[in-house]
């Protein structure tokens, strides 16, 4: 098992898959663990047994156990007589369903064509993890496992997008059947087939957006020695979503390697620009009395007289100090299951000690704050502002039955992946595949605006075993671990169960207005809605009623507002386009002088100028039309568009084979303006903040094509 440790002899199960003619000329057994492929194991049991020490020397362990470890594909290609996991029952079915998908054929007869063999088997392969792994509850997400599945899925998409020429989703296709044929085994993936689809397909389209334009990104890699750059390998991650594992993959088929340095190095130095600078010097404890059990009485107190201080220490922080102070028992709820930490104030004798947060650290809850008494010890009378919990509370129970709403009008998948209560608002994350429409909004607003005004009371279960929360079918966190008691936050059995540590309001009409402010995606398959309540609900409605009485005092005739709006629409589309239209007239007749400007550089036609237009659309005609009556040729063009100076370069086709790329020449040119861009081998354009470089960019363009 390992050089020291828990071991013990083992037995290893292997299998002879060869013909009986290979079988006579060399016994199986001269085979075994010889990398033969014909010659598998397919199980190990290990029966520990001993403590191996460092001396090497085998104690007898206690306990006696076996780890038995099967391979499950393999042994039904052995009892299936096949010679591949891919050519069993547990394949098969998902290969001929993608050959249907996609009017390919699997089993080349050709080496140059075995890439296609290993996409149709890299698909039915991917498909099982990830689509278990959702049904299970992990989403892909850009951290942690949640990063793997898309991983996962996306070297899928590469395969079939690569070697089998299929470009558009293909994976989520395949959801229904193999929700199909594992029904009796897996159970929870057939009854969320519909919302694994369709996570499957998000997954899917976000990548292909980025990854034709990715490969071609990757045919301009800078190589040198066969290695490809580690900066424009981390380019690949951060800008077209292409995982370090797949461009290694991509570049392995073309006997490269990546300068895994410099990528490295790249995503620290953007792990070191994109994170806060957290670090702080703790000072240590300065204890008044023994440790103790904090106690927590916030639920039903906001204030506390003569609680013992029990140590308290000096934090220094990049531009700050704070203290922490730890008490005997508390009113304070610190932060924690999605809930801001309390504020308030502690009196020291006649000193009020000014407590900003309120945090968790192991078992001890620490009130935060920026200035303490020179003399502090003793007792002190702790203090919650009360209203800024109240409307925490009034947020975080309408979480609660907003949750339920989304369920009700959603579906049972709308599960929560987030969640941030405050005293101002709301936030809530959860799973569902598209975005909501209005009527829905609507409804879930609705639901939970009735549930409010049902003036609901609060059930608080306490102490509830785990077991009997379950069969109150309180909400759960997939992930989460509970110890056997947990908390149970009731609004109405029948309508509101969770467990949270949280807290609460009394009854649901103390929440007052609800209203939901936004929704919208976070990452594939993930929503998340902002809300209000209660003073900011009313705020909210007052200014959005305000506003919409401004819009009507500047039309002369009150009546239908939305068709007022609509005819400005309709107007401001058409003047839109008559500007265009003359733009593009302007731009047109100004091709005359541009055509003029035309030289010859070492055998290559160049029109480089600046040109008096801010509309990029027209410019981009007129350099087209121009490109179109004189061929062959390379044009750059300048202007300036609301203050920004702006480059574009359009190449001909047979100049862009001979080596020439609108891409790397505008990148160059773009340093003149102070700014950056790319694009394809025949156009680019780039942006700037350095107008006055403007005629700099378009005098190096010649000094370029001399090179």
Not at 44 to 71: E, S, W, Y
Request: charged share 25%; proline share 3%.
């Amino acid at each position: 098992m390992g050089d020291t440790g828990p071991c013990g002899p083992c037995s290893e199960i292997h299998y002879d898959l060869r013909s009986d003619e290979e079988r006579n000329k060399i016994p199986g057994k001269s085979l075994v663990n010889q990398d033969h492929p014909l010659v598998i194991e397919i199980w190990n049991l290990v029966f520990i047994q001993f403590n191996r020490k460092a001396d090497g020397q085998l104690d007898n362990l206690p306990d006696k156990h076996v780890d038995t470890g099967m391979g499950f594909e393999r042994l039904c290609m052995a009892i299936q007589g096949k010679t591949s996991n891919y050519d069993t029952d547990v394949f098969t079915p998902f290969i001929e369903e993608i050959e249907r998908l996609t009017g390919k054929k699997y089993g080349f007869k050709y080496e140059r064509e075995a890439r296609k063999d290993i996409a149709f088997r890299v698909v039915a392969d991917h498909i099982r993890t990830v689509a278990f792994t959702i049904a299970d509850g992990e989403l892909p997400s850009n951290t942690g496992a949640g990063y793997v599945i898309r991983r996962i899925l996306r070297r899928a998409v590469r395969y079939y997008y690569s070697f089998l020429d299929w470009k558009e989703p293909l994976m989520f296709r395949l959801v229904p059947m193999l929700a199909e044929y594992f029904a009796h085994v897996f159970p929870e993936l057939d009854k969320q087939k519909e919302f694994v689809a369709t996570v499957v397909l998000e997954e899917e389209k976000s990548f292909l957006k980025t990854l034709e334009s990715g490969l071609k990104r990757f045919e301009n890699l800078t190589v040198k020695n066969n290695v490809i750059n580690g900066f424009e390998a981390f380019e690949l991650y951060d800008t077209f979503g292409f995982p370090i594992d797949l461009t290694r993959l991509i570049a392995s088929e073309k006997g490269y390697t990546i300068d895994e340095a410099g990528f490295e190095k790249a995503l620290q130095e953007q792990k070191s620009r994109s994170r806060e600078d957290a670090r702080s010097s703790r000072g240590d404890w300065i204890q008044l009395i023994p440790d103790t059990n904090v106690h927590f009485v916030g639920y039903h107190q906001l204030s506390l007289k003569n609680v013992p201080v029990v140590k308290y220490r000096q934090v220094e922080k990049k531009d700050l100090t704070e203290y922490h102070i730890v008490l005997a028992e508390t009113p304070f709820y610190a932060e924690g299951g999605g809930q801001i930490g309390d504020t308030g104030y502690l009196l020291a004798g006649n000193e009020r000690i000014r407590i900003i947060n309120t945090i968790k650290e192991n078992d001890l809850i620490i009130h935060i704050t920026d200035a303490i008494p020179g003399n502090f010890s003793g007792l002190v009378d702790a203090f919650v502002d009360m209203e800024r919990r109240q409307l925490t509370e009034n947020n975080h129970s309408a979480t609660h039955l907003m949750q339920a709403a989304l369920r009700k009008v959603l579906g049972k998948h709308a599960q929560q992946r987030g969640s941030l209560v405050t005293d101002k608002y709301l936030r809530f994350d959860f799973s569902h595949f598209q975005k909501m429409t209005p009527e829905q909004i609507a409804e879930v607003e609705s639901i939970v605006q009735a549930k409010i005004r049902e003036n609901i009371s609060r059930k608080e279960d306490a102490d509830i075993s785990i077991a009997d929360a379950e069969k109150a079918g309180a909400m759960m966190l997939f992930g989460e671990k509970y110890g056997e008691k947990v908390r149970m936050i009731t609004f109405d059995p029948e309508y509101s169960a969770e467990l949270c540590g949280g807290c609460h309001v009394d009854n649901t009409a103390r929440i007052g207005t609800f209203k939901i402010l936004s929704e919208s995606a976070i990452a594939a398959g993930i929503r998340r809605i902002e809300a209000v309540t209660s003073v900011e609900a009313d705020r909210y409605i007052g200014r959005e009623l305000n506003e919409l009485n401004e819009i009507r005092g500047l039309f002369k005739n009150q009546g239908n507002m939305i068709q007022h709006v609509t005819q400005l629409q309709e107007e401001n589309k058409l003047l839109r386009k008559e500007i265009e239209k003359l733009m593009a007239e302007q731009a047109n007749q100004f091709k005359d002088v541009l055509k003029n400007k035309v030289e010859t550089v070492d055998g290559i036609k160049l029109l480089a100028s600046t040109v008096p237009f801010t509309d990029q659309k027209a410019v981009k005609t007129l350099a087209y039309n121009i490109e179109q009556e004189l061929g062959d040729m390379i044009i750059v063009l300048g202007m300036v568009t609301n203050e920004t100076p702006q480059l574009m370069v359009v190449i001909s086709k047979n100049l862009t084979e001979k080596g020439y790329h609108a891409g790397n020449m505008i990148r160059e040119l773009a340093k003149e303006i102070g700014g950056g861009g790319g694009g394809q081998a025949f156009f680019a354009t780039a942006g700037g903040k350095n107008a006055a470089g403007l005629q700099q960019a378009i005098l190096k363009v010649k000094s370029m094509i001399q090179k």
